[in-house]
């Protein structure tokens, strides 16, 4: 029996990766030898895999994430750290996601905040959902932006529709009343749908004060740091001497 017509068929369909192992098992003995049942379910993991990997390094691409190889596996969790490894478990099975909790990361410069982040959205990207990794201060500009040229609430749309948002160095330079209200809107449109990791040199205890305006202040904070898992971050910076880079 030609095999060949069913292979040009495979990759009409789009099937390409069936039909590379298809191909493969013609010029492997031992498995032209093997069962039918055997034979194809190799040919459906291979697409099975290829499509998985394929929608990985989309949704990688899509999330930007300032450190690409984080991960998860690689956070050291020992007690001088600060960093619980009961809820970091938790934190790495992605329950904070399917929650729609917010992961608030705080500790000095150089102590792995944004790597925290990045490893905890590249696990949320493995498990299938959408990330995307902002600073704090070119989400503003970049609201600013949307704002002058008529796209802002496409901007949000776009942004409330992701599952799991980075916002990394909150709290550096000041915040004018534009940024406070674009970051209202962001976190009101994502509270109890989505879930945000917040980094910040800041204690959350301070968050309050920083960003100035009372009631938007009031209201930020509401939706954000009572609904969420807080680490705080101890020890000497990271930034040297160590596998897991620093923020």
Known sequence: MLIEPTIEKLKELGLHAMAETLTEQQKQA?????????????????????????????????????????????????????????????????????????????????????????????????????????????????????????????????????????????GLGGMREVDRQSLFDVLEDRHGNRSTIITSQLPTKAWHEYIGEPTIADSICDRVIHNAYKVELKGPSRRKGTDEKAS
């Open 30 to 170: 031992t498995t032209t030898t093997a069962s039918f049942e055997d034979r194809f379910g190799l040919i459906v993991d291979a697409e099975w895999l290829f499509r998985r990997n394929t929608r990985l390094r989309r949704r990688m691409t899509e999330a930007k994430l300032r450190v690409s190889d984080a991960c998860t596996e690689n956070v050291d969790t020992s007690p001088a750290r600060g960093l619980d490894k009961a809820v970091w478990l938790r934190l790495a099975a992605c329950t904070f996601v399917d929650e729609h909790h917010q992961v608030l990361v705080t500790g000095l410069t150089g102590t792995g905040k944004t790597y925290l982040a990045c490893a905890l959205a590249h696990q949320a990207c493995r498990r299938g959902h959408r990330a995307l990794y902002r600073r704090a201060s070119r989400l503003y500009e970049a609201l600013a932006v949307a704002r002058a040229d008529g796209t802002y609430a496409r901007v949000l749309a776009q942004l409330a529709k992701i599952d799991v948002l980075v916002l990394d160095d909150f």
